[in-house]
C-alpha cells in the first residue's frame, strides 16, 4: 500500500520484530540502499520483541521509492523476514525555464522564431501555469506574435522590444513555484535612440561634434553621413569606422553649410532603415522680450509679462532687472527658465521702479527693454475705495430727478393740450407758431454760443496705466531728473540706459 508523505516533513516509522532468541537484528533500506541515520531500537519482553524506529525526512526524489525494514536472527542469517512500503511524496512544483530549440543566448537575430520551455516536476501534478516578462504578466497576443501553449511560449518574429527577462511559475494543491529568469537578447540592426531630431546652433566658423546616437547588437557599427541642404545633397562620410561611436565633426564654414545631417548605421546583422537627423542652424544671442505689459499692480507688487523673441537656435533664459528711481539701486533680480513672465514682490508703496528686462543664452544676451512702473500708495487705494462709497448715493439722486423732470414735462403738455383744444383753429396755429419761435431761439442762442465749446464739463485728465516702454542699455554716470520724490521721465530712462544691459 502507497505510503503518502509531504516534502520536507519528518516523518517516523516503526518496525517490530516478535519471537526471536538472540533477539532479531533490524535494519532500513531505501531502494536497495541502507539508512543508518536517524535509527533506534527498543526490547520488550525479555528481549522476545524488538522495536525499530526511523526518523525520515522525505525529498521529492523518494518519490515512488521502497522504504523496506529487514529483521534477521544472528544465528541464522539466512532467515530473515522484511516489510516494505511504496513512497508517494507530495511536492510543490519545480519550475525550470530554457530556451528550446537549437538557439543560443548569444545567437538570436532579430526575426526569428523563438520558444522557450517550462520544465515543470511536481506532485500532485500542475493545475495552473503561467509566463510572466520583465516580473509582469505576460499573455498569448497572436498579433504581437505571442503563442502560448502548455508549457511553451513561442515568440514570432521576434524584435528588440522582446529582449529582457522571462520566467514562468506553476501551482498544485502543496503550492506555487517561480522558475528561474531567464534574459533573451536579440540581435538587431542599428536603430535610432531617440524619434525626435537633435539641433546643434552654431556659427558659421564654428566646429561641433555631432553624435549618430544608435542603438544596436552587436554593436561593432559603421556609419554613414550626408548634409541635406536647400541646394542639393552631399555625402560626407560613407560607412567609415574612423570615427568613434558615432562621432562627426562639422563646420558649416559658410551659410550654404547649414541643414540637415542624416547619419546611418550598419552592423553585421544589416543597415540602419531611417537615419537618425541632426539639425545645424545658425546661433547667436537671442532677441529681446516684446510686447511688454504690467499686468497687476498693488501696493507692494508688480506682475509683468512679456512676449519671447527669436532665441537664436538655443535654449533661453529671462532675465529682470528692478531698480527704485528714487533711491537709485538695484531692489531685485528675477530669473524665468520658461517664459517672460515676472511678479515682484516686497515692494515700497508709491514708489516708481524701473524693470530692465532681456534674454540670455550661451551665445550672449540680448539688448534689453526697460519698462517704468509704480506701486500704488495708500491714498490712491483709500480714494478708489471712497468714490467708490459715493457713486451709489449719486445715482440714486440722479435717478430721482431725472423721474421729477419726465412727471413735470408730462403735466405741462397735458396743460398745453386742453388749452389748444378750447381756442379756435386760427388761433391755435398763432400760438403754434409763436411757440415754435420761442423754443427755436434758445436753442440757436445755445449753439451760437462761444462758451458753449469752452464748457464742455469739468477737466477731465484721462489717466493711462501702461507704463513706457524703452529699448535700453548700459546705465550712464549720473541721474537726469530732478527730485528723487519724482516719477523718471522719458528722457532719463532713454539717457540712464544706452547701450548694453545695466
Known amino acids: 500500500m502507497p505510503l503518502v508523505l509531504l516534502s520536507g516533513d519528518e516523518h517516523e516509522f516503526t518496525c517490530e520484530t516478535r519471537g526471536s532468541r538472540p533477539r532479531a537484528l533490524t535494519t532500513w533500506w531505501l531502494d536497495g540502499h541502507k539508512i543508518t541515520a536517524g535509527v533506534s531500537e527498543i526490547m520488550r519482553e525479555a528481549g522476545n520483541v524488538t522495536f525499530s524506529t526511523l526518523l525520515f525526512a522525505a525529498s521529492p526524489r523518494d518519490n515512488g521509492k521502497r522504504l523496506l525494514c529487514k529483521s534477521a536472527n544472528p544465528a541464522l542469517p539466512k532467515m530473515t523476514v522484511e516489510d516494505e512500503r511504496i513512497l508517494r511524496v507530495h511536492f510543490a512544483p519545480m519550475v525550470n525555464i530554457s530556451l ?12 526569428s522564431d523563438v520558444y522557450l520551455e517550462c520544465s515543470i516536476w511536481a506532485n500532485p501534478w500542475i493545475f495552473e501555469i503561467a509566463w510572466q516578462f520583465e516580473d509582469r504578466p505576460l499573455v498569448a497576443n497572436l498579433s504581437a506574435g505571442i503563442v502560448i501553449t502548455n508549457q511553451t511560449l513561442l515568440l514570432q518574429n521576434v524584435r528588440r522590444d522582446h529582449r529582457g527577462r522571462y520566467r514562468c511559475h506553476a501551482s498544485n494543491v502543496v503550492g ?15 536603430i535610432c535612440k531617440s524619434s525626435e531630431p537633435r539641433i ?3 556659427s558659421a566658423t564654428e566646429t561641433v561634434n555631432v553624435t549618430c546616437d544608435v542603438e544596436a547588437d552587436p554593436q561593432d557599427i559603421s556609419y554613414r553621413w550626408s548634409l541635406n541642404t536647400t541646394l542639393q545633397t552631399i555625402v560626407l562620410s560613407n560607412w567609415s569606422r574612423g570615427y568613434p561611436h558615432g562621432v562627426f565633426s562639422y563646420s558649416p564654414q559658410s551659410k550654404a553649410g547649414y541643414g540637415i545631417l542624416l547619419c546611418w548605421g550598419r552592423n553585421n546583422i544589416g543597415s540602419q532603415r531611417e537615419p537618425c537627423v541632426i539639425k545645424i542652424v545658425p546661433a547667436g544671442a537671442p532677441e529681446s522680450p516684446h510686447d511688454c505689459l504690467v499686468t497687476n499692480q498693488t501696493l507692494q507688487s508688480l506682475t509683468i509679462e512679456c512676449q519671447p523673441g527669436y532665441n537664436g537656435s538655443l535654449p533661453q533664459i529671462f532675465h529682470m532687472e528692478i531698480y527704485n528711481s528714487v533711491v537709485e539701486h538695484m531692489a531685485d533680480n528675477l530669473t524665468r527658465l520658461d517664459k517672460p513672465r515676472f511678479h515682484v514682490i516686497d515692494l515700497s508703496p508709491g514708489t516708481s521702479y524701473v524693470l530692465v528686462i532681456y534674454a540670455s543664452n550661451i551665445k550672449g544676451r540680448s539688448n534689453s527693454v526697460a519698462l517704468v512702473a509704480s506701486t500704488l500708495s495708500t491714498a490712491e487705494r483709500r480714494t478708489a475705495q471712497d468714490d467708490k462709497l459715493i457713486f451709489n448715493p449719486l445715482i440714486g439722486v440722479l435717478i430721482g430727478v431725472v423721474t421729477l423732470f419726465v412727471i413735470i414735462g408730462i403735466a405741462i403738455v397735458i396743460v398745453v393740450f386742453k388749452s389748444h383744444i378750447s381756442r379756435g383753429e386760427t388761433r391755435k396755429d398763432e400760438a403754434i407758431t409763436e411757440s415754435s419761435i420761442e423754443c427755436d431761439l434758445p436753442k440757436k442762442d445755445l449753439e451760437d454760443s462761444p462758451e458753449n465749446g469752452s464748457n464742455k464739463g469739468p477737466d477731465i485728465i484721462p489717466l493711462s496705466i501702461d507704463p513706457d516702454v524703452f529699448f535700453t542699455g548700459r546705465v550712464a554716470d549720473e541721474p537726469l531728473y530732478g527730485s528723487k520724490s519724482e516719477a523718471p521721465t522719458s528722457e532719463y530712462v532713454h539717457e540712464k540706459y544706452t547701450d548694453t544691459v545695466l
Open 100 to 111: 528550446g530549440g537549437t538557439f543560443s543566448q548569444s545567437g538570436i537575430k532579430e526575426g
Open 176 to 190: 506555487h513555484s517561480y522558475s528561474n529568469h531567464l534574459r533573451l537578447l536579440v540581435q538587431f540592426a542599428p
Open 200 to 202: 546643434y546652433g552654431i
